[in-house]
């Protein structure tokens, strides 16, 4: 459910009463991350009637653009999979198209040569099917007074270019992880693994679990030798990214005794880390927001930090210590 979606739903005005039920019970199946996916079967029980009514509900939702249905079929069977609902406020919902006039410009010679900003305040051209927006019913840009100039860019044009790079280069390494998990290249993807819900659940194992791309690959890859499916989306891979994440931190910490045991060798028996040294590191670590593994620390341990006031035990909770 999804608090977002059914607060737009209901703010949604001018429509018949069943029609309204049919949005609002859309939305209330809207999930935040992975978009919208109820069956029909689903939908007509929410809100009470048959199929064929809620077919004539939808048509006229998607008619008044305020969902859009995508559909999609399994490459392997062919056969067709859940439609995704994409919702009017979405970011992935597709913009209304331009009527084809041959040069864009609709309606007689004495329309197009009329003022070309409508009553709306939009300012743009009569007959593109601009709604009206009550808000800006006196736009400035209805003055003739007022010299129209081309707005600086937001942003400096090289920070757009890296910003472009870094989305080229995400999308090479998202392609190659579908590659990894057995899906066909240019083939149609099943709908949990469409869209930016999918490519920033796939973030999260980088950003959450601190995992690089070549070891996010290594895992799919490894998954995918143990299942004769790719997964149903990414959340499925997201207990076996933890894994290895666990695995990796463990492998660093072991590391880092086997070279502090070598160093000590080397300088003669030099003495281990004190019990307030100990704290400080550890410490260090939980205050942090570096990948922590839950069975790193133990409860002396966290005991000897809060006895020392180097942590609160707010913030091992948070991190999942104790």
Same mark, same amino acid.
């Given at each position: ?8 739903? +209901?703010?949604?005005? *001018? ?13 209330? %199946?809207?999930?935040? =991350? ?13 809100? &009470? ?70 009553? !709306?305040?939009?300012?743009? +051209?009569?007959?593109? *099917?601009?709604?009206?927006?009550? =808000?800006?019913?006196? !736009? ?9 100039? %081309? ?14 790079? %870094? ?23 099943? $709908? ?5 819900? $999918? ?6 194992? +980088? ?9 996010? +690959? ?44 070598? %160093? !000590? ?11 307030? &040294?100990?704290? &400080? ?8 927001? &570096? ?32």
């Amino acid at each position: 459910m999804s608090h977002k979606a059914t607060v737009w739903a +209901i703010q949604q005005r *001018g429509l018949k009463p069943a029609t309204k039920i049919v949005l609002w019970f859309l939305c209330d %199946r809207h999930n935040p =991350d992975f978009g919208c996916f109820p069956t029909q079967a689903r939908l007509a029980e929410d809100a &009470e009637m048959s199929v064929s009514a809620l077919n004539n509900h939808l048509t006229k939702l998607e008619e008044l653009r305020l969902i859009h249905r995508v559909r999609s079929y399994d490459p392997r069977t062919h056969k067709r999979k859940a439609t995704r609902y994409i919702l009017g406020f979405e970011d992935g919902f597709p913009p209304e198209p331009t009527p084809k006039t041959g040069d864009g410009i609709a309606g007689t010679e004495e329309e197009q040569n009329a003022d070309p900003t409508p009553d !709306s305040g939009h300012g743009a +051209i009569s007959g593109f *099917g601009t709604k009206p927006s009550p =808000d800006f019913a006196q !736009s400035h840009l209805r003055n003739p007074e007022i010299n129209l100039v %081309r707005e600086p860019l937001s942003k400096p044009v090289k920070e757009e270019e890296d910003a472009q790079a %870094r989305d080229s280069d995400f999308d090479r390494f998202f392609a190659e992880l579908l590659g990894a998990l057995g899906f066909v290249a240019n083939a149609t993807l099943p $709908a949990w693994w469409q869209g930016w819900p $999918a490519r920033n659940h796939v973030r999260r194992w +980088i950003d959450a679990f601190g995992l690089s791309e070549k070891r996010i +690959i290594e895992v799919a890859t490894e998954t995918r030798n143990d299942h004769p499916n790719p997964p149903d989306g990414p959340k499925a891979l997201d207990r076996a990214m933890e894994r290895a994440a666990q695995r990796d931190a463990q492998a660093a910490a072991a590391n880092g005794s086997a070279l502090k045991s070598k %160093r !000590s060798r080397k300088t003669h028996g030099k003495p281990p880390p004190s019990p307030d &040294e100990l704290a &400080e590191f550890y410490a260090a670590k939980v205050n942090s927001d &570096e990948y922590l593994p839950a069975n790193m620390i133990s409860n002396a341990m966290c005991e000897a930090m809060l006895a020392r006031r180097l942590v609160t035990a707010d913030r091992l909770r948070q991190r999942g210590v104790r």
